[in-house]
């Protein structure tokens, strides 16, 4: 079974920094999908970034960038120039890569990051 | 854009009540999930369905029931609630087949609170 671990239970950072959120999982598969979710204060679910575990470009999505180390079982969440908005529930979560159809998510615990003006 | 809506928001219940929680979906998507989120324990699957028709059981599925009613909703219901069963659930769909190497993103609900006394 895979898993998902988020080591830092909560964070801070200084409007307009920079925060790196930390992710590692366990799987022996090779062929999956890793995602940071992102739920505010509202509570809805909202997908920041996505990657694909065959691709060794690293996703960028904005001010969203993360770190894959895919022999490192790694995959680190990078937020620029923070803003207050992203005060926010981080999760991390692995998708194993089925054909047909998906398999469910799997997440970890979340790290809890508050934004400072 | 509805997308995925979740009824009711808010319940509140006594040991041993009955309930079902409702999840349509507008996206004319194949896969829908439950999950619940407890403090300190990020999102845990309970049920999903991978198409219309399938069931299957996640990490936590004792105490509930899921039904999905067709391709756009799928049920879970408590027979019989209980105060562990107090928690924030939610709903997700998802494309659920493969277009290339895309996996298909989870869409989730809002939420819903149960308390159960």
């Known amino acids: 079974a895979q898993t998902v671990t988020q080591s830092q239970p909560e964070m801070s950072v200084q409007e307009a920094e920079t925060v790196t959120l930390s992710c590692t999982y366990d799987t022996s598969e090779n062929n999956y999908y890793l995602f940071w979710y992102k739920q505010p204060p509202s509570r809805q679910m909202i997908l920041v970034i996505r990657?694909?575990?065959?691709?060794?470009q690293n996703a960028t999505e904005n001010r969203f960038s993360v770190n894959f180390q895919k022999a490192a079982k790694s995959f680190s969440l990078k937020i620029s120039d923070s803003q207050l908005g992203d005060t926010a529930m981080y999760f991390c979560?692995?998708?194993?890569?089925?054909?047909?159809?998906?398999?469910?998510?799997?997440f970890g615990k979340g790290t809890r990051l508050s934004v400072i003006a | 854009n509805a997308g995925v809506t979740q009824t009711p928001k808010f319940q509140v219940l006594k040991t041993g009540q009955s309930m079902t929680l409702q999840c349509a979906q507008d996206?004319?998507?194949?896969?829908m999930y439950w999950y619940r989120q407890d403090p300190g324990m990020g999102l845990r699957l309970i049920y999903y369905s991978a198409s219309e028709g399938t069931t299957d059981k996640g990490e936590v599925p004792n105490g509930y029931n899921v039904s999905r009613l067709n391709k756009r909703e799928f049920s879970l219901r408590l027979e019989s609630a209980a105060p562990s069963q107090t928690s924030v659930y939610f709903c997700a769909s998802s494309e659920g087949r493969l277009k290339g190497w895309y996996a298909g993103e989870l869409f989730f609900g809002e939420g819903s609170r149960l308390t159960v006394l």
């Open positions: 996206m004319n998507h194949n896969s």
């Open positions: 990657q694909e575990a065959y691709k060794q």
């Open positions: 979560a692995f998708m194993k890569h089925v054909n047909p159809g998906n398999t469910p998510l799997v």
